[in-house]
């Protein structure tokens, strides 16, 4: 490269580099690291490095000369070595664009093991169980992500293989690490057969595929798409963080969670998210597990709620911004592996940025430049007449608030089919993924039977501001039949429903609604904006 920046930085050595360079993630890791917080130690591959990939259509020649190099910093540190069977560093392969796009890359975790490093890791932590587990997650995530895989093809095979056993769903808590050690070996032949070639052993060569596969995974359509939903520019392009593992899903003193500083939903001060115990980071993001409440964190490990509480308000303070982080437990020690501005609703947009102006955390013209002044005819939207006795036919959480009414669909296809012939449908499904952007735009409204406050479904729909209802247990789905079920009720397709985002109430048909105020937090923002000479809808003037 013809400006020698450096190809690759340990955290420490970013300190200074902008987002831009840094992409968020690593941004938010090299700060974080510079204020002392628990950060498993890591490297980045700048974002220039990427552009120099999508130039010349292969990684610079150096790159792989100077990763290794770096790591054997992270190395040293943790006392652990990648592709040894002393000690194994495992490490993650994540993407980090510039402007937040949650789930819209792609990370590889639990890199580093093979069919030998698997035995030494399950000998050294006297837990085959979790050895064997790490080592599926790693295989079917790789296999996917890296070899491009056909998911379908390998979900095939882990299906077949749960019927055999007589097994319904992926409950890893109910594999033995020899059914397991079976799953990974089917999932290999899959990788055979569908590539031609073997699964990679060397750790080395499973590094580099996964960087590769992290910079390609800047063009997929799922990101593409993402982009130009928010008009995101094509240039910027995406770093790659690599970390030494930490693991969750080592028993019941280890988790994962996700959580924010404040509720995204409606701007109160308060530690808002969710965890799951034994179980890494996809797994919540995912939405196939229903995750616990942050506030049960507080019961269980009173000491790391604590220490989670505070990390929380020191970064607030630092970035002077609503936080969404995401966290692992690791036999009692906390790590934090994320940190960026959450993505909030208007609402809780509009309450934040007047309380940090309480709190002399930002000026009352930075309050307001945080706020899209065009967006406010939002507010004041209809909502449910409280005094019409319509009963729902079913609950799940409030994810993000508002009503929706319209037709129900089942797939992306159909909600950017319909939609686009002006016809307001709810996308129905048990959960979303990140390539199910398109529909969750077109839709009015996102209802899944999965998933907690912070999964996929909950923190796209809320960046969208349309109205989500996530994790109705009650609500039984048939894809094949394209209806669903609340007890003895049947909801076809194209039959109408309303969803309440603000309770999580579900309705049959259409319900009354009312107009409501104007909120005291709106009133004040509109007085700042007009003091500052801040444009507003003529129609909210006052």
């Not at 009963?391 to 409030?398: C, E, F, Q, T």
Request: charged share 30%; proline share 6%.
């Amino acid at each position: 490269m013809k400006n020698k920046k450096p190809f690759v930085l340990s955290l420490k050595e970013a300190i200074g580099l902008s987002k831009r360079e840094l992409g968020g993630k690593g941004y938010g890791l090299v700060e974080m690291t510079k204020l002392g917080l628990p950060v498993p130690p890591g490297l980045i591959i700048p974002t220039y490095v990427c552009r120099e990939y999508y130039r010349t259509g292969k990684l610079p020649k150096q790159l792989m000369d100077m990763v290794a190099d770096k790591l054997k910093m992270i190395e040293d540190k943790v006392g652990r070595k990648l592709g040894s069977v002393h000690k194994p560093l495992l490490v993650s392969v994540r993407s980090g664009a510039p402007v937040s796009m949650p789930g819209m890359m792609d990370t590889i975790l639990n890199l580093g093991l093979n069919d030998e490093i698997v035995e030494a890791l399950a000998k050294e932590t006297g837990n085959m169980s979790f050895a064997y587990d790490t080592y599926f997650r790693f295989v079917h995530c790789f296999s996917r992500i890296v070899l491009r895989v056909p998911r379908e093809k390998l979900d095939e095979a882990v299906e077949e293989f749960l019927r055999s056993r007589s097994f319904r769903v992926l409950d890893f808590s109910k594999l033995s690490h020899e059914d397991l050690k079976e799953l990974i070996w089917d999932l290999k032949k899959v990788v055979r057969r569908e590539t031609g070639k073997r699964f990679p052993e060397d750790p080395k060569d499973q590094l580099k595929e996964a960087i590769e596969a992290v910079f390609r995974s800047w063009n997929n359509p799922r990101a593409k798409a993402y982009r130009k939903l928010y008009k995101i520019p094509e240039d910027l392009c995406t770093a790659v963080i690599i970390q030494a593992m930490v693991f969750g899903n080592l028993g019941q003193n280890s988790g994962t969670g996700v959580c924010f500083t404040r509720n995204p939903s409606t701007g109160e001060k308060e530690l808002y998210g969710e965890f799951l115990i034994n179980a890494q980071g996809e797994d919540i993001v995912a939405g196939e597990r229903t995750p616990i409440p942050i506030h049960e964190l507080k019961r269980r490990f009173p000491r790391i709620y604590k220490e989670l509480l505070n990390i929380a308000g020191i970064l607030e303070k630092h970035f002077k911004d609503m936080q969404d982080i995401e966290f692992t437990i690791q036999e009692g020690k906390l790590y934090i592996l994320q940190t960026r501005p959450g993505k909030r609703t208007l609402k809780a947009s509009i309450k934040i940025a007047i309380d940090m102006v309480k709190e002399g955390l930002i000026t009352e013209r930075e309050a307001i430049e945080r706020v899209d002044m065009s967006n406010l005819s939002q507010l004041f939207k209809s909502r449910i007449d409280p005094h019409a006795g319509i009963k729902p036919i079913a609950r799940g959480l409030n994810a993000s608030p508002g009503i929706a009414t319209g037709k129900v669909v089942f797939t992306v296809r159909d909600a950017e089919v319909y939609s686009s012939k002006g016809e307001p449908v709810i996308l129905v499904r048990p959960e979303t993924k990140p390539e199910d952007v398109r529909g969750i735009a077109a839709s009015v409204g996102i209802l899944t039977t999965k998933g907690g406050m912070t999964s996929h479904a909950a923190v796209v729909a809320r960046g969208l501001g349309k109205p989500a209802v996530v994790g109705a247990k009650d609500v039984k789905i048939d894809l094949d039949n394209e209806l669903f079920k609340v007890n003895n009720l049947i909801v076809r397709k194209f039959d109408i429903i309303t969803i309440d985002g603000s309770t999580g109430n579900i309705y049959l048909g259409r319900v009354p609604t009312i107009k409501p105020e104007i909120p005291p937090e709106v009133r004040k923002l509109l007085k700042w904006a007009k003091k500052y000479g801040k444009q507003v809808p003529s129609e909210l003037r006052i």
